[in-house]
């Protein structure tokens, strides 16, 4: 079965500190790739997608995230992160194949930034 | 104004009752999902809709229905036998895009509903 790992769940940092969070999943075929934002009060909203092409993919708000195929990975980075960041941010994935429409998402992972 | 509307924000009901949750699109997308979103768990996928009149059980169907007789529209039904009702419920729709036989779409949400069952 389809899965999707998001191994930190909470993190916390001071802001203008360099953010990584990390997002694995499990499946052979070909992925469409996404990171989603929930900014506290705030509908959930997409950051960015990976459907093919160039494997460094850039979002709003300078987030960045690289696909790693070979690790079945597809981290978020952001160089310097800002108090206005703060939120909860899921990973999800979903199989390429025509006629699937099914999203896995990962449990997600609260980021608090201390101003 | 595009978008995706769930009502109400908050609603409350009696254990035992069932309850009609609403979800509206004017995007013109034709998939809509429902999720449920509990701490700890991220969003878990209930119910899905390809396409008017038809729809797919997600990973935890059972408790939940659903109808699609309308595009726009695709309200989800927590009744008596979900054993665990209470959570936040988000509704989502995505366009119907094919490219080279590969499904590429984004799923845009809406505002979500709390349900408190008492």
């Known amino acids: 079965a389809q899965s999707v790992s998001q191994h930190n769940h909470h993190v916390i940092l001071s802001e203008a500190a360099s953010l990584e969070l990390g997002c694995n999943y499990s499946?052979?075929?070909?992925?469409?790739l996404f990171w989603y934002v929930q900014y506290p009060g705030q509908h959930l909203q997409l950051l960015l997608k990976y459907f093919s092409g160039d494997p460094l993919v850039k979002g709003i708000k300078g987030f960045e995230a690289e696909f790693i195929k070979s690790k079945f990975s597809f981290n978020l980075r952001k160089p310097s992160v800002q108090w206005s960041d703060t939120a909860e941010y899921f990973c999800a994935v979903r199989a390429g194949a025509s006629g699937t429409y099914k999203y896995i998402f990962g449990t997600g992972t609260r980021l608090k930034v201390l101003a | 104004d595009g978008g995706i509307t769930q009502s109400p924000k908050y609603l409350f009901r009696k254990e035992g009752q069932n309850v009609t949750l609403s979800c509206e699109q004017n995007?013109?997308?034709?998939?809509m999902y429902w999720y449920r979103q509990d701490p700890g768990q991220g969003l878990r996928l209930i119910y899905y809709s390809q396409i008017v009149n038809d729809f797919q059980k997600g990973d935890i169907a059972e408790g939940y229905s659903v109808s699609r007789e309308k595009k726009e529209s695709f309200p989800l039904t927590v009744t008596s036998a979900q054993k665990n009702p209470t959570a936040f419920y988000l509704c989502?729709?995505?366009?119907?895009?094919?490219?080279?036989?590969?499904?590429?779409?984004?799923?845009?949400f809406g505002p979500g509903t709390r349900l408190t069952v008492l």
């Open positions: 499946y052979g075929g070909t992925v469409n």
């Open positions: 989502a729709s995505s366009p119907r895009r094919v490219d080279s036989g590969f499904i590429t779409d984004t799923q845009y």
């Open positions: 995007l013109n997308h034709d998939a």
